[in-house]
């Protein structure tokens, strides 16, 4: 079974300048979510899909990150403009389903994207 | 809402021996999850365990076991016979089982602890 894939594996870009993250979540898999993970730190989750509707989003700063899930599959998430603190790893990864009794609420992460800003 | 400490920035150990690594939780909800996952340098988080809070049994896989105190809120993991595949940044977390109210069964991790196996 293919795990989550993320791409691009690592990006650099300057301050104000935008970028974007894709995922492609396991198959079958209804929710997805992203993190932001500072070095050093625990992930925060940013934003969580359930197929292409938003679950919670209280923790992404929608003033410059936006993410959609088109289709219910794939996922982008933006970053336009970006700060210097925006710079950690983002994480994708995707669940069975939200929640519930049983093994299907288990996350499987992706590999991330190591974003630095200059 | 649901807070999730681990204590020990860093702990290291020799190849064979035994560790285990602390964590401490505070949830509001009265059914949960709680994990511990692996993350090695390359980044990839990797679900080692997991345990279900109304079962009273300590979850087991294989070289890992925990030991789930519900009252004292607390969840350590034992890693027996470590090696070097084991060194990493172990994250504990906790996951209500209902996504309902506002934690829409939100994962919730801690600050991490480095492990590190010497030979």
């Known amino acids: 079974e293919a795990g989550v894939a993320q791409s691009p594996r690592y990006k650099i870009i300057e301050k104000r300048q935008s970028v974007a993250f894709w995922c492609n979540p396991i198959?079958?898999?209804?929710?997805l979510y992203w993190y932001q993970q500072i070095l050093g730190q625990g992930p925060k989750l940013l934003i969580q899909?359930?197929?292409?509707?938003?679950?919670?989003d209280s923790q992404l700063p929608k003033d410059r990150f936006s993410a959609e899930r088109l289709k219910g599959v794939d996922s982008t998430l933006k970053i336009q403009p970006a700060k210097l603190e925006d710079s950690a790893v983002y994480l994708c990864a995707s669940s069975l389903r939200l929640a519930g009794a049983g093994s299907g609420n288990e996350q499987f992460f992706g590999p991330g994207t190591r974003l630095t800003v200059l | 809402a649901q807070t999730v400490t681990q204590s020990q920035p860093e702990m290291s150990v020799q190849e064979a021996e035994t560790v285990t690594l602390s964590c401490t939780y505070d949830?509001?909800?009265?059914?949960?999850?709680l994990f511990w996952y692996k993350q090695p340098p390359s980044r990839q988080m990797i679900l080692v365990i997991r345990?279900?809070?109304?079962?009273?049994q300590n979850a087991t896989e294989n070289r890992f076991s925990v030991n789930f105190q519900k009252a004292a809120k607390s969840f350590s993991l034992k890693i027996s016979d470590s090696q070097l595949g084991d060194a990493a940044m172990y994250f504990c977390a906790s996951k209500p089982s209902n996504a309902g109210g506002t934690s829409y069964g939100k994962l919730t991790f801690g600050q991490g602890t480095i492990l590190t196996v010497h030979p």
């Open positions: 899909f359930q197929n292409n509707g938003v679950v919670d």
């Open positions: 949830t509001s909800e009265s059914d949960y999850y």
């Open positions: 345990q279900e809070a109304y079962k009273q």
């Open positions: 198959s079958g898999h209804a929710t």
